[in-house]
Nanobody, 117 residues
Framework: QVQLVESGGGLVQPGESLRLSCAAS????????MGWYRQAPGKERESVAT???????NYADSVKGRFTISRDNAKNTVYLQMNNLKAEDTAVYYC???????????WGQGTQVTVPS
């Protein structure tokens, strides 16, 4: 089994920053695409940012220019640097990873990010 553990969430004021981390562990031979998703109350889960093993990134329009996704392949870890946070960024953030030759999908437990209005 593969486990993904997120950390770094919290409550911050508008305009401030947070850095989320997600480390994959367990029966891992290769971690392919990794990403961050978020879900706010009453809304469906949405993709925030993804990154391939080779470093190709994709961002939601709402976070472009503010968030940066990166990864350390040797540590099977993905990061999300979140700058200039806004109230609309408030959500539970989930780490996602596609693992192995079959690209099985795994999810972290989620970490809360709260930005008051």
């Amino acid at each position: 089994q593969v486990q993904l553990v997120e950390s770094g969430g919290g409550l911050v004021q508008p305009g401030e920053s947070l850095r989320l981390s997600c480390a994959a562990s367990g029966a891992i031979f290769r971690v392919n695409t990794m990403g961050w998703y978020r879900q706010a109350p009453g809304k469906e889960r949405e993709s925030v940012a993804t990154i391939t093993r080779s470093g190709t990134t994709n961002y939601a329009d709402s976070v472009k220019g503010r968030f940066t996704i990166s990864r350390d392949n040797a540590k099977n870890t993905v990061y999300l640097q979140m700058n200039n946070l806004k109230a609309e960024d408030t959500a539970v953030y989930y780490c996602n990873a596609e693992v192995g030759t079959r690209s099985r999908t795994y999810w972290g437990q989620g970490t809360q990010v709260t930005v008051p209005s």
